[in-house]
Every structure is written in structure tokens, then in C-alpha cells.
């Protein structure tokens, strides 16, 4: 079964959510919860299994699709992956057992089922076909998520999420077909393995404009500065379980198919780039955050205070070296559980009482006593308080970046501070000072069914802030090897001396740019 256990992780909730069908509507929940539980379970057997000392990949899967066009499907898994993957069933997990009295629950359940298949089909595949495939598929269920469950401006916002996204993806589109044509020219076969491309050498000047093409599809999906508007539209006008996955897992597909793809690929470009991307993520962290001063609605505050958190996870990946790249995807993890919970929290007040307007409460910390308390530790992890798990990924992708400019980590370490100021200033419009409203001195505080949500993620916050190891040291083996490749690709001087040494070799197909025309 080990074998095939990423098959099974992709199409178990899809082949469930199609025998869903068959499940009458009172019996849903149960039944959703029940599959949400088994898929959980199976990404815990594929962490005890994986062998943290290696950092290849592993559980490798290659069934021929389309041979003569080199079309496979290749599926596999390594510390980058894997805990991407683990975080994307336990989200859904965790959103289905705290979904609420929602309009079409059934309906609900096997849309989430199917974003689940897709979910983790992207971060599963080593085809870049196959890869293009998921990744666009993943719009469909959120797409449907939005316009159907979303708020009075959901079509707006639907339609303005897969338009902007699935215009990148095109962009992207085309860098996959140069990369598969120039890997034909080189060895004489078609090919659109990860892996196989990861031995070809580029040229400078075709490795910036793949580059380019590639940058579009991620950074649209990100969203970086000036490419995410539509973000806060569709975090506005989805239903709470459907920012929970934007936040928790979605954005995370822009910034892993950057190490994935964007690093590997092309190490001169992302050397020759790294400035000015470095530039764009600093905007973001401090654009965002003051934006999101100035939001009246709680749940706009935590919608751009995602984006000014993506902002440190972009600075980390090109930091281009180990301690940055890993920092980077810790904070993916870090900041799924946080974004995450700080959403289904909005979403708990906003079931009490049908608005998120910050001016509509005050003085909740008497009143809902438990509800203030997993708030406030969800606001200190994400403002990068010590000993919770966002202050070990910011911290990493700060010390990376740190060998590369230290005015630029001293800019965005003094950016994140602004994050400080509005998540505080929230929490004390909210939950400090007297219960001035009616409405609010009667508030039932958490129940059974909210807890069962936000206390393993209240758990996971603390757990790994005090001990990371366990998540740090397969993600740390795997970036090592990226790193490696990436040197030892490296063309360009400037590229060799920004992107550390390891003294880990690998394999490369030297390919001269006569070669390649």
C-alpha cells in the first residue's frame, strides 16, 4: 500500500466525494468527517514512514501517459512536500468539523473533498504537466466555494480570483512547453519531468525570461505586490471554511512551486532577481500591514495580514540559501496553522452575531473568556512572538536573508513590527474595555464543536514554536540538496558566490547555448 499511498492520498477524497452523492443530506456531515479523518490518517502514515534522513524524494510513483510526448504520471514526495501535504488534510479535517449551520452542507462536503484531491495533487506531482493539471483544477471547488456560500459581492469576488489566477497559469503554461522543448533539443527526448529538467543547464538569457513566465503564474497565486487584489475580495466574500483553505493551503501552491520549480530551474535568474523580488515582498509586508490598520471589518485585518505574512516567506526563498529556503517553508506551515485559525475564530463571532465589524464589540474578553484567550495566542504567533511557531520560520527566513542585504532584513524586520501595531490594535477594539453593545453581554463562548478546531491548532502552535526539530530537520536535508543543484548550475560568478556551496555534487546536463536556439 506504501507504494501507492500518494495515489491514494489524491483520489480517496475525490472517489468519496463522488460515492457522497449517494449519502443523504442528514447523514453528511458524519460521513464527510469520517473520510477527512481516514486521508488525515493516511498523511500520518506517510510521515512515520518517510525516512527523514534522506532527502531525495520518496514513495515515487511513474505510470506512462502519453510516452511519446514524455507526458507522465509521476508522483513523489520530500521534506519540502511532505508536510504541505499533512497540512492540507488536516485543514480539511479541521474545516469540516467546524463547518456551520452552512446553506447545502452536502454540497459543501464534496466540493471540499474534490479542492482536497486537487490540493494535494499539486503538491505530489513531479510531472509538470500533471502538476499544470491539479494546480488548475483547484480553482474549480474554490471558484464554487465563493460564488455559492460567499457574501452579497461573491460573484465579483469568484470570478475575479479565477480570472487573475487562471490568466498566470497560462503565462505559466508556456514556460512549461519552452522548458519540456528545450530539455528535447538537449537530450533528443521529450520530457516533462521535474526531476530530468533539474539536470538541465539553461543559458542566462533563456533562464530570465522562463524565469519571468514562471514568476507570473507563482506570484499572481502568492499573491505578491501589485498582483494581489483579488485576495482581499476573496477572503471578504467567502464562507469561513472557504478562507480557511485560501489561507491555509492555496497561497501555499504559489510559494512551494518556487522551490520547486523557479529556484532549480533557473539559479542565474533567481540570483538575478533577487533584489528586486526581495523589494516587492518588503512592500508587501508593509503595504498590507498598513491596509490592514485601517480595515473596520476583523476579517480584512486578517486577510491582509496574510499578504504582509507571504511577503517573509518570499524573503526567505530568495534568500537563496538553506537557513532562508527552510525558514520560508516552515513559515508556509507556520503560517497555514495561524491565518488558519485566526479565520475560523472570525468566523466563530461572526455565527454569534452576522457581522465582523470591529465597532460592533468591545470588552469580548469578559464575556467569552475562553474565545479571547485562543484569540490572543493565535495574535502573538502571528506578530512573531517567541516560543510560538511563527517566530522560528520568520526567524530563519530573516537570518537567511540577512547573508544576502542586511538593510533590506533590518527594513523587513522593522516592517513586521507594523504588523504588531494593528493585530494589537484589533484585539483591544474587540475584546478590551467595557460591553458597551447589548447584543454582546449574553455571547456564549466556545462550544464543543469550535473547540474540537481550534484547540489542536492552538496545540500545534505552541508545540512547535518550543520544538520545530521534528518538521525543521526534513525540510532542512531536502533544502540542502535544492541548494547544491543550484550552485552547481550556476553560470554566472555573481550566481556561484550568492548561492552557498555544500559540497554535495550532483547531476547535470551541460548544455551550450548553441544548443539551445
Known amino acids: 500500500m506504501l507504494d501507492h499511498i500518494l495515489s491514494i492520498l489524491i483520489f480517496f477524497p475525490a472517489v468519496a466525494a463522488i460515492f457522497g452523492f449517494a449519502i443523504h443530506k442528514d447523514s453528511m456531515r458524519a460521513y464527510g468527517i469520517s473520510v477527512a479523518i481516514i486521508e488525515f490518517a493516511l498523511s500520518l502514515w506517510l510521515w512515520f514512514s518517510f525516512d527523514s534522513a534522506v532527502s531525495g524524494m520518496q514513495f515515487m510513483e511513474n505510470i506512462p501517459l502519453i510516452s511519446s510526448f514524455g507526458i507522465n504520471y509521476i508522483l513523489g514526495v520530500d521534506g519540502i512536500s511532505l508536510f504541505i501535504i499533512i497540512l492540507a488534510s488536516f485543514f480539511t479535517m479541521i474545516g469540516i468539523a467546524s463547518l456551520s449551520d452552512v446553506k447545502d452542507v452536502k454540497n459543501m462536503i464534496i466540493t471540499l473533498l474534490f479542492l482536497q484531491m486537487t490540493m494535494v495533487g499539486v503538491f505530489a506531482a513531479l510531472d ?65 519531468a521535474i526531476l530530468e529538467w533539474y539536470r538541465l543547464v539553461l543559458p542566462e538569457s533563456f533562464q530570465l525570461w522562463l524565469f519571468g513566465a514562471f514568476f507570473i503564474g507563482f506570484a499572481i497565486k502568492v499573491p505578491m505586490f501589485p498582483f494581489h487584489t483579488w485576495l482581499p475580495y476573496a477572503h471578504g466574500q467567502a464562507p469561513t471554511i472557504g478562507s480557511v483553505i485560501l489561507a491555509a493551503i492555496l497561497l501555499k501552491m504559489g510559494t512551494y512551486a518556487f522551490i520547486r520549480f523557479s529556484l532549480p530551474l533557473f539559479p542565474d535568474a533567481s540570483v538575478f532577481f533577487m533584489f528586486p523580488i526581495a523589494i516587492l515582498a518588503i512592500i508587501m509586508i508593509i503595504y498590507t500591514a498598513m491596509v490592514a490598520y485601517a480595515q473596520k471589518d476583523i476579517k480584512q485585518v486578517v486577510a491582509y495580514s496574510s499578504v504582509s505574512h507571504m511577503g517573509v516567506i518570499i524573503l526567505g526563498t530568495f534568500a537563496l540559501n538553506v537557513e532562508g529556503i527552510t525558514g520560508s517553508i516552515f513559515l508556509m506551515i507556520a503560517h497555514g496553522v495561524v491565518s488558519g485559525a485566526l479565520f475560523i475564530l472570525v468566523g466563530v463571532i461572526y455565527d454569534r452575531r452576522k457581522t465582523k465589524m470591529m465597532s460592533e464589540f468591545g470588552g469580548l474578553a469578559s464575556v467569552m473568556p475562553i474565545y479571547a484567550t485562543i484569540f490572543g495566542l493565535m495574535l502573538m504567533a502571528s506578530v512573531g512572538m517567541p516560543l510560538t511557531i511563527n517566530f522560528v520560520g520568520e526567524f530563519l527566513s530573516l537570518l537567511g536573508f540577512y547573508q544576502q542585504s542586511q538593510t533590506l532584513t533590518i527594513l523587513a524586520g522593522i516592517a513586521i513590527i507594523v504588523g504588531a501595531i494593528y493585530m494589537l490594535t484589533a484585539y483591544k477594539k474587540m475584546f478590551f474595555g467595557e460591553v458597551t453593545n447589548e447584543k454582546n453581554k449574553n455571547l456564549p463562548d466556545v462550544n464543543k464543536r469550535e473547540m474540537v478546531a481550534l484547540l489542536p491548532l492552538a496545540v500545534i502552535t505552541i508545540w512547535l514554536g518550543i520544538y520545530p526539530k521534528p518538521v525543521l530537520e526534513p525540510i532542512n536535508n531536502s533544502v540542502e540538496s535544492v541548494v547544491q543543484l543550484m550552485h552547481d548550475k550556476a553560470i554566472s560568478e555573481e550566481a556561484k558566490k550568492r548561492i552557498p556551496n555544500l559540497n554535495k555534487g550532483v547531476e547535470i546536463i551541460q548544455t551550450p547555448a548553441q544548443e539551445v536556439n
Open 128 to 192: 509538470a504537466i500533471v502538476f499544470y493539471i491539479f494546480w488548475e483544477l483547484s480553482l474549480v471547488p474554490m471558484l464554487y466555494i465563493i460564488g455559492a456560500w460567499g457574501g452579497p459581492l461573491r460573484i465579483y469576488a469568484s470570478v475575479k480570483f479565477f480570472l487573475y489566477t487562471f490568466a498566470g497559469s497560462l503565462v505559466m503554461l508556456v514556460g512549461i512547453l519552452f522548458m519540456a522543448y528545450f530539455y528535447y533539443q538537449a537530450t533528443g527526448i521529450w520530457s516533462f
